[in-house]
């Protein structure tokens, strides 16, 4: 069903809580049985800032971060904090890093950083843990365990001796389809620090994990994947309920593995299509176990925006709201549980690489 708002009844609608725009931001809810327990929070990811040269940089993507970020100020209420959920730059430099963390600064409130690959691979992550702090951490708030991981690391062969330079490192891995690119993972030493971690935590305590790729194999071609995603949520899988955020894919999923939802956020800078295997065989379909509405592949700023996501006891109930105004909602459903679409396009109305999921 398509909505069309305007200035006013965005803000009328924002001071009601019931936010209806087209804003490339996530706001996150989390709702608890006492009220006081409510809190919520923004998520923003995928800005690209990428420098043309000197003091001139992209200026669509640069235009993404900055609404995000002035909409998140004007938000009512207030979120206790915001995410930014990686690939701040895009090919890592500190020039895109300093612009990105300036635009950032505007933001009011604490900022919780997640590590994208195209902040990492130039120098191996050195710059941007200067600006932001550690790259895997965690932090408690009302009620709720937060883990925040690095998931886009990589072989040393392949980071450390396989490339002549930083730059050509930093671009074989800024591909989206390019073979010479290597999978992502948490790794060994980033999984026992998060055993341990996970070990001081009661198993009826939400837990809420961000990552820039998806802890799931989606598909590998593209690095919409982890290598090590099984061994991460074996890990998680004692907990009676999880959500993993992740950006990255800058485009609409959800997923649910044992007791783990995944729900993406979209991009402020570009949407990427669906990869090709959604339409092949199903043999070779991704281990998707929830059937997706796809967004139209044909329409470029599709599958981009902003969401707002409550969590009703430990369970999220998505809004994407995208940037042609319509809104579509992901529930959990506690009848299938599950994550699902609460309407679906009607089938006629679907073009072919949507017919499927
Ligand atoms: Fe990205
Ligand atoms: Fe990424």
Known sequence: MSQTFDRRTFLRNAALGVSASTLPLTLVELAFAKPEDTFTFAYISDSHIQQIRGTEF???????????????????????????????????????????????????????????????YLDLGEYWSKLFGPQYYSFNHKGVHFVVLNSILTYDDWTLRRWPTAEQRMAEMA????????????????????????AKVKKSTPVVVFSHSPLQKIYKGWNFWTEDAEQVQALLAPFDKVTVFYGHVHQIQYNQIGNISFTSAMATAWPWPYPQSYAQAEQLLPKLTVQMNRADPFFERDATGWQLIDINSGRARVNFNLYNNRTRTVAFDEKTGQPQDTAFQAADQRVPPQDHF
């Open 58 to 120: 992209v200026r669509n993507w640069d235009r993404g971060l900055i609404r995000a970020v002035a909409e998140t100020n004007l938000l009512t209420p207030k979120p206790d904090f915001v995410v930014f959920g990686g690939d701040l730059a895009q090919l890592g430099g500190k020039p895109e890093l300093d612009h990105g963390a300036g635009m950032l600064a505007r933001l009011s409130g604490k900022v919780y950083h997640v590590m994208g690959e195209h902040d990492y």
């Open 175 to 198: 591909g989206l389809d390019n073979p010479n690119g290597s999978p992502f993972m948490v790794g060994d030493k980033q999984r026992e620090w998060l055993q341990q971690d996970l």
